[in-house]
């Protein structure tokens, strides 16, 4: 099997974005994974998120790594380039390339073993340097493409398909984040699109590196009796915390909110996110209570969901760096070096 | 009259050895004598013996004097300054016969520790200076600067041109100025009064350096990639490539501050670790900005993965390789070639790539600018296999020029008006049919986009477990190899007759082998010599392989790398190629080379070399 291509017919019906654009427009390849596969309807989300901010197609760069996850870049907006890396350094491939142009939309997608074993370093450096990347883990506690083995998210007791065990502790993706000071950390669950949605689109207007950990059961390996990162263990477990709505800058904001539930976060551009409090003591933009919170309910083997914490960064990386407001890869020359002039200057220092 | 003529003769032409402790400011009275001894207009070179440690291992520094302007380390030893106690009696050894050891006597100094044939020398510099200065610190450093004056006394160096340095270094600096300048005082009137001076071995103004500059390698590369125009670097801090970062921040911190914003045309990123580091560089080279990376060995093989995406995925990367001891942590502050292999063939699979190999800090300079033009114009990771003697040794070398008119070489990077006129963009065709494509920049317009990917893949782009898909891309790689190896800078040789015997060397062999020459057609023995520059190999190299019966392969590590790989991508004879090996830590020198020939070819070793024209 080669290269699957969707055909891109339009139909005069569907409806149109601000750039004149249709859903179609946003989509990729053909997937190549498991009929059923959580991962395709991230998939999907990405793409309706794309579609609904107006987001130029070119504009938009996808980065990955390798595995099942890392796949699913060549499944949406076939109109950005995208980079398929090695296996858990997508993270360093998304920091050169912000370097180069700060202004483009980067959105990373990685799994459990991607970012949580052989990429967490670089996961957790990419947070330390506050790279703006829209960071997304499609977590299904395994490993699809060899058949099955534990990843670093397995919870203790979950079971394998063969019925074995895991008995080491997970690394909690959103716990580690908070710790290193992210400033969007995020979990949601593949099968509520209506969550994932606005979540997606308020971490590509993140000034910053954003966080979803978005549960996505695999359906060959990790989906029976057992598994803690299975359909029905997610659904039976699944507890949203906080409901995120996202309002475009420049939109008017219609929906109409209960008085004191809701807290209203800008973001650096003007747009708006409304986060809706569905536990009402729940405060995500209290780091230490965001923490303590999420812990707690992990213990009682509830599944938190929600844009768990949020911070407007207003200080990327490329603030702390100092560089120009513009694409560093389209200084020109002439700026870049002080000529044979300048050399005779430099060269007076080494005699 | 006859020892009168023989003292002449070595009239700047010694060597100086000074043994000191590290981190006891030595390196700055090191660099102060070399450098006066520089502005005298004598060729000089220093090298710094250094250990990994930040004080308190023994480290030397040694400078040659040389009115021919040689750049090796010649093997002989004259003077002696033996400033540590703990390395004395080596360093007593060490000198060669009719040399002189020069040490502090404010100790008393065992009789055993001596020899007969050479002149002992005692100052009592730490006397002197506890007499003089305030404070244990300072009278450590004031120790080192001291042992200068004793030289320029004992040398005949101009004690104006010490003064000239002084007052360039310090000078915001007045109280260290006047306690530098004192040092020297002392030392230099006490060598006056109590001995002799000048010595045997003098130096005599010269007008030989003029046009030249004193540099190191990494400094000279970093200046290289600033003109190159490269505005990431990432790196991952490891000796001894650090100083190429530095550079680059300084120069940049200079040069590249826009004056009406205040804002930084320039990004450094130190990285967690090797592996970040060349990720980074990839992502930016990807994304349209000419990235580099400094390293050296165990940098490169962490690199390895992320190399062999970039070969098959056709990033362009710019990596600074300076070679320092292995295997593994090695001697981390002692120089080698021993990365050749490694480099050429990094990574798993099929993978080669492209090489470049400065001789000396100003090739590092033009040789970085042609790195960045050669990796975006092939599209692939290019190496410049540097080393730690280039690299952090001050070498004199000519002025660097610039052409102004030079702009960077972005290679088939195509515009947004060539992707409109496109019927369709397709990232791996090979359209002018030298195996080299043309790629686009993301945000370009949807039409420009494609997947860049390590998998395997179509010359469309799109993912491929097909057999013939799969090879019709990898056979493509092996052509714009082929095509790279026409792009690469030419050998450079030294034709010296009709010989049948010649010496292929790369990179920092470049000045032992030149002297080594001289002195072999001296003894009659004739050589021609070619020096390398570039890997893929060019015809050139072929040719002089083919045309001579004997070649010596001269190079810094155990396993005969450059041998091995000139024996697996030329036609050439194995049996033809004969290694000179050096790999110890310390730079080859010119004796090593003339022994390895003459072991051979020399007289009566049963192979008659014709006679030299």
Known sequence: ?351 | MKDKVKERERDNDFVVKIATVNGTGSASANALLMKSIFRMGVPVMGKNYFPSNIQGLPTWYEIRVTKDGYVARSGRLDIMVAMNAETYARDLKEVSTGGYLIYDSTWPRSSLLSRDDITIIGVPLAKLCNENFEGVRSRILMKNISYVGVLAALLDIDLEKLKELLNETYASKASLLAANLKAIELGFRYAQENFACPLAFKVRPMDKTKGNIMIDGNTAAALGCVYAGATVGAWYPITPSTSLMDGFKSFCQKLRVDPETGKKNFMIIQAEDELAAIGIVLGASWNGARAFTPTSGPGISLMNEFLGLAYYAEVPAVIFNVQRVGPSTGMPTRTQQADIMLCAYASHGDTRHVLLFPANPEECFYQAVMAFDLAERLQTPVFVMSDLDIGMNDWMCPDLKWDDGYRPDRGKMLSLEEVLKLDKFFRFVDRDEDGITYRTLPGMHPKAAYFTRGSGHTQYGGYTEDPIEYKMVLDRLKRKFATAARMMPKAIFEQRGQFDVGIVAVGSSDGAVREALDILQARGVGVNYMRIRAFPFGKEVEDFLDEHEIIFVVEQNRDAQLRSLLTLETPVEKSKLRSILHYSGLSISSECIVNGVMAEVGEGRGRAIGAVS
């Open chain 1, 1 to 351: 099997m080669s290269y699957l291509l969707k055909p891109k017919v339009a139909h005069p019906s569907l409806p149109r974005n601000e750039l004149g654009l249709t859903r179609r427009d946003y989509e990729g390849a053909m997937s190549t994974l498991c009929a059923g596969c959580g991962h395709d309807s991230i998939t999907a989300a990405i793409t309706e998120a794309c579609w609904g901010l107006s987001l130029e197609p070119q504009n938009i760069v996808k980065l990955s790594g390798i595995g099942c996850s890392s796949k699913t870049t060549a499944y949406f907006v076939s109109g950005g380039h995208g980079f398929n890396s090695v296996h858990g350094r997508m993270p360093s491939i998304a920091t050169g390339a912000y370097a180069a142009n700060r202004e483009l939309h980067y959105i990373g997608v990685s799994g459990d073993g991607d970012t949580l074993s052989i990429g967490l370093g670089q996961f957790c450096h990419a947070i330390r340097r506050n790279i703006k990347l829209l960071y997304i883990i499609e977590n299904n506690g395994v490993y699809g493409l060899t058949k099955g083995q534990f990843s670093a998210s397995a919870d203790v007791g979950s079971k394998a398909k063969k019925g074995e065990a895991n008995t080491q502790q997970p690394i909690d993706p959103v716990l580690t984040a908070l710790s290193l000071g992210a400033t969007f950390v995020a979990r949601s669950f593949s099968g509520d699109k209506e969550q994932l949605v606005p979540l997606i689109q308020a971490g590509f207007n993140h000034k910053g590196f954003a966080l979803i950990d978005v549960l996505s059961p695999c359906v060959t390996f990790n989906d029976h009796e057992g598994s803690t990162k299975s359909y029905v263990f997610t659904r039976e477990h699944y507890h949203e915390a906080v409901h995120t709505d996202f309002v475009a800058p420049m939109k008017e904001i219609t929906a109409q909110y209960p008085e004191g539930e809701v807290l209203p976060v800008t973001m650096h551009d003007g747009a708006q996110i409304r986060l809706r409090k569905i536990d009402r003591n729940y405060n995500p933009v209290d780091r230490p209570a965001a923490y303590e919170y999420i812990q707690r309910k992990m213990a009682e083997k509830e599944f938190l969901t929600g844009l768990l914490y949020v911070e407007p960064s207003q200080t990327d990386f490329h603030d702390l760096n100092d560089t120009p407001a513009g694409p560093l890869n389209q200084v020109p020359y002439e700026k870049l070096t002080p000529g044979s002039k300048g050399l005779q200057k430099i060269l007076s220092r080494y005699r």
